[in-house]
């Protein structure tokens, strides 16, 4: 029996970034974490400990650093530039991904800000000739208060959730969406369209499932965005149920819940043009 190498990568997670732009009165914050994988020719460092292929997770962290001070821009910029310079630059390094999370600040005033809702994202990946580049946002919290209902599901002996015709429907989104091409987008643009449009379809959708939910979102974005090919969502059931206040000698019309943390349901699906390029590295 012969045994041998796989796939393997490395690199530097959650390299933290805040930089501060002064150029006026009227500051600006970008506030990023900062993943690097890398892959190539590195047999020699698992087999024989040889490192002289290595470009070390510290560099990878130095390197984030010191291009920042040239300036983030938008995410996916920021992420092709650290990808093409790892592989470019270190002759065993074959391919790149660079993940980068955005924690969002609203202003308050010229240099003063809070935290606002959901973190925006980019995959970067680069195999020395192409890149591919996924957008997306997590950790957006969203909450219908009506329009939602689950019924006519199967049941067996175990089922004991009853049907409902109208229930509080709230999920925390993640989305990520692929781009045709890493060269012709708007990030801002693509960025606000993509997460608007899947606010709204929320919104919108009279709901007989979360499934249906889910697909709604992905299609609105690929029927407005002509940038977008893919959107992948994933959609926990953030469950609201109704407290039984009977026993108090009162009654409950709809109005007070317990919100559950866990368990709970977790809806995952992918929407895409029936025309989508391949995917190559893009979710690598």
């Known amino acids: 029996m012969g045994i041998v190498l796989g796939d393997n990568r490395y690199g530097k997670a959650e390299t933290r970034l805040v930089r501060v732009d002064r150029g006026t009165d009227r500051h600006t914050i970008t506030d990023l974490n900062v993943t690097t994988t890398l892959a190539g020719d590195l047999a020699a460092t698992h087999l024989t400990g040889d490192n002289s292929g290595v470009l070390p997770t510290d560099t990878q962290k ?3 650093y010191a291009f920042a001070r040239d300036g983030v821009g938008q995410i996916e910029d920021f992420g092709l530039r ?4 790892f592989v470019d630059e270190t002759p065993t390094i074959h391919r790149a991904r660079v993940h980068i999370q955005q924690y969002t600040w609203d202003r308050l005033g ?12 980019a995959t970067v990946c680069y195999d020395g000739e192409q890149a591919w580049v996924v957008s997306g946002v997590e950790d957006l919290v969203v909450l219908n208060t009506t329009g939602s209902e689950f019924h006519g599901y199967h049941k ?8 409902t015709t109208d229930r509080i429907l709230a999920t925390a989104v993640t989305a990520r969406w692929r781009h045709v091409a890493a060269e012709r987008a708007d990030w801002a643009a693509s960025y606000a369209g993509s997460t608007r449009h899947l606010l709204a ?10 499934q249906q939910t889910l697909y709604a979102m992905g299609q609105r974005v690929l029927s407005t965005r002509d940038e977008v090919v893919e959107v992948r969502l994933a959609l926990p059931n953030k469950h609201h149920f109704l407290v039984d206040l009977a026993p108090f000698g009162l009654d409950n019309p709809g109005e007070v819940f317990y919100a559950a943390d866990r368990p709970y349901g977790l809806i995952e699906g992918t929407v895409l043009r029936d025309d989508a390029p391949p995917a190559g590295l893009a979710w690598w």
């Open 62 to 64: 130095n390197t984030v």
């Open 82 to 85: 650290l990808a093409r310079h």
């Open 110 to 121: 010229h240099h003063s800000f809070s935290r606002g809702a959901g973190t925006r994202t």
């Open 156 to 163: 067996d002996r175990y089922t004991t959730l009853p049907e």
């Open 201 to 210: 379809a929320f919104a919108d959708t009279h709901s007989l499932s979360l």
